[in-house]
């Protein structure tokens, strides 16, 4: 958590009307927009004129949280979110802990400006850019980090039902349906207040999981047709081309969830989803891991990502086949 020092200077901060932004990552999950809009519907409350921006659309899947359509999705409308970002008062960072994670061409707009910028995230290894920091890679979700920065602001009357339901979003996409290892005491009793608040558990599983295209659909056989098992690695991984995604008419956030599939063998121990977007020339690479096989240090050090010991990503600038050959590869030389 932030020093009481700092957390007394922001609520002086914000005893008065503000500008104030809010930025999560870029391909925004369901942890980003969650902390995202959790922050700005209980700002708001206060008086304060908030503005979320992601740095491209969200997910089609996440249309539904309240205020979600009034986001501004920076590569699509800069002329507008630029200005704004130039004219806050205060920028909070959310679920992101370096200014890379938000894409080439909004970091650099970040990296010029001179507003005071707040960050709430739970990755490893964060960059100093902020003014005031709240990184802790305990938490299983950042979310679950924003309902905390709100209680240590005294600001606990402002969790509404608008507020509890982003955060709960965040906290059961984050820890996998409170299956992950970061799932403590402290998040059941989180959630506990969350549905207390009005959060409608169920609906949310529905509105999350039980709400696939037929297409989507098709794209999850295909991609499962598509898995690979290496035994000798106790590993797995599976892939999907351009072709593969322009078969199924792809969607934003249609592939989300499907690299956990590999893990589910028996006797797997890591997997990875090798993902083809010829338009970006990448291959965006998911990774996932049970045990002590750090997925983080793996994606960092051969696949420009990062993330948790357990869940992580990166990306290829190789073809998709060169980029599965790498991880085969590397999986063969980091078991001799």
């Given amino acids: ?128 850019y902020a003014k005031y920091t709240f990184s802790d890679v305990n938490y299983g979700s950042t979310c679950e980090m924003v309902y905390d920065f709100i209680n240590a602001l005294g600001y606990n009357h402002l969790i509404n039902k608008d507020v509890a339901t982003c955060i709960y979003t965040g906290i059961l996409t984050d820890t996998g349906g409170f299956r992950f290892p970061k799932t403590t005491p402290e998040t059941h009793r989180c959630v506990a207040e969350l549905i207390e608040r009005g959060v409608n558990n169920s609906e949310i599983y529905n509105l999350l999981y039980d709400n696939s295209s037929y297409n989507r659909l098709q794209l999850l056989g295909r991609a499962l047709q598509n898995l690979k098992i290496l035994p000798e690695y106790n590993a797995s991984y599976i892939a999907l081309s351009q072709e593969d995604l322009d078969t199924f008419h792809y969607e934003k956030g249609d592939t989300e969830g499907i690299v956990n599939y590999g893990l589910t063998i028996k006797g797997v121990h890591v997997t990875a989803i090798f993902i083809e977007n010829k338009e970006e020339g990448i291959v965006k690479i998911s990774f996932r891991s049970q045990g002590d096989f750090d997925v983080n240090q793996f994606a960092r050090t051969h696949f420009n990502g990062g993330g948790h010991i357990n869940a992580a990503g990166g990306k290829s600038f190789s073809s998709l086949q060169e980029t599965i050959n790498q991880f085969i590869a590397i999986l063969a030389q980091e078991n001799n």
Avoid: Y
Avoid at 18 to 26: A, E, M, T, Y
Avoid at 29 to 56: F, K, R, W, Y
Avoid at 67 to 93: G, H, M, Q, V
Avoid at 96 to 110: D, P, S, V, W, Y
């Fill in 1 to 128: 958590m932030l020093s009481i020092p700092e957390i007394n200077e922001l609520k002086l901060f914000l005893e008065s009307p503000k500008n104030i932004s809010i930025v999560c990552h870029r391909n925004p999950d369901g942890d980003a927009m969650g902390s995202s809009l959790a922050v700005q519907h209980a700002l708001e409350q206060l008086g304060h004129t908030i503005t979320c921006i992601t740095p491209n659309e969200h997910p089609n899947f996440l249309a539904w949280l309240p205020k979600a359509d009034a986001a501004i999705a920076f590569e699509r409308e800069s002329e507008k979110a630029i200005p704004i970002l130039e004219n806050s008062d205060l920028i909070f960072t959310l679920d992101f802990n370096a200014l890379h994670r938000t894409g080439e061409i909004m970091q650099k707009t970040l990296e010029q400006l001179t507003v005071p910028m707040i960050m709430i995230d739970h990755h490893q290894l964060p960059d100093p």
